[in-house]
């Protein structure tokens, strides 16, 4: 009962010590699926089929997505922490590396030319820079329902809600990238469904800024599949260091390299 005041501080006691599947994991270091090797831990959570979440996390921040299922699709957006008009350009990431597939060693960066991540390690190779998340008007056609509280939310919504919370608009989304449902072109230009790689694999990015992370777990826009599928998505995040001149990333293009000299230099001018 929460007829009282009273009432309601016994019975939100009592529920204090119950826990879902789908939660962040507090302390992070409490998680039972710590990748290996890992101690010290900063972001641990499970996201829910339909489910979102954010976070602001230091420069030299290593991500990792987990696939458990197969049938994740993390679609993330990123974004300069410290002035979030820099955020992630989807048309940039994939000029720069000259490369339009996401894998290991991709950089994902902004339009001041800097990078925010980097992706550095894929075990999944089945992801996506072309068509970004589900909308409301995708949802409800395929669905019948797109509400971000329904059965079937769009990714766009939830989105919104996860940009809101960091005081940023539907203005401020831009395009996002997504990790564990591939497209691929084929010869006439058409997108082809790749699907997932299958249970298991994973993603780590590395934050070279302070970051802002926006993470989607919803079905891709293109998944054939008339039913709403999605799995959970693990996410771990814990402390490295940028990327380096001695990384092998930092010289794998002209362009890559510039790209990571301006974002150090934009690091080194604001103490980081």
């Given amino acids: ?85 820099e955020r992630l350009n989807v048309a940039d990431t994939v000029k720069i590396p000259w490369q339009a597939y996401l894998g290991a060693g991709h950089p994902l960066l ?74 691929r072109v084929d010869a006439d230009g058409a997108f082809e469904w790749r699907g997932s790689a299958g249970e298991g694999t994973s993603v780590e990015l590395l934050a070279e800024l302070p970051l802002l992370i926006l993470v989607a777990n919803v079905p891709h826009p293109l998944d054939p599949r008339p039913d709403y599928v999605a799995g959970p998505l693990r996410v771990h995040a814990w402390r490295t260091a940028p990327t380096g001149p001695d990384d092998d990333r930092f010289q794998a293009t002209p362009e890559a390299h510039r790209a990571y000299l301006n974002t150090i230099d934009y690091a080194e001018a604001r103490g980081l």
């Fill in 1 to 85: 009962m929460t007829d009282t005041v009273l009432n309601a501080r016994d019975d939100a006691r009592a529920r204090g010590g119950q826990t879902s599947e789908w939660m962040p994991y507090l302390p992070a270091s409490s998680s039972p699926y710590r990748p290996a090797g890992v101690e010290a831990l900063t972001w641990a959570e499970t996201v829910a089929p339909g489910g979102y979440t954010h976070k602001i996390l230091a420069r030299g921040t290593r991500i990792r997505f987990d696939d458990p299922t197969g049938d994740a699709c993390a679609h993330v957006i990123v974004y300069n922490a410290l002035e979030p008009v």
């Fill in 110 to 183: 902004s339009g001041d030319g800097r990078v925010l991540a980097t992706i550095v390690e894929d075990t999944s190779g089945h992801h996506d820079a072309f068509c970004g998340t589900s909308t409301e008007m995708w949802n409800q056609r395929k669905y019948g329902d797109a509400r971000p509280e329904g059965p079937s939310p769009a990714g766009r919504s939830l989105f919104v809600k996860a940009a809101a919370k960091h005081g940023l608009s539907p203005r401020d989304l831009p395009p996002s990238v997504s990790f564990f449902q591939g497209i």
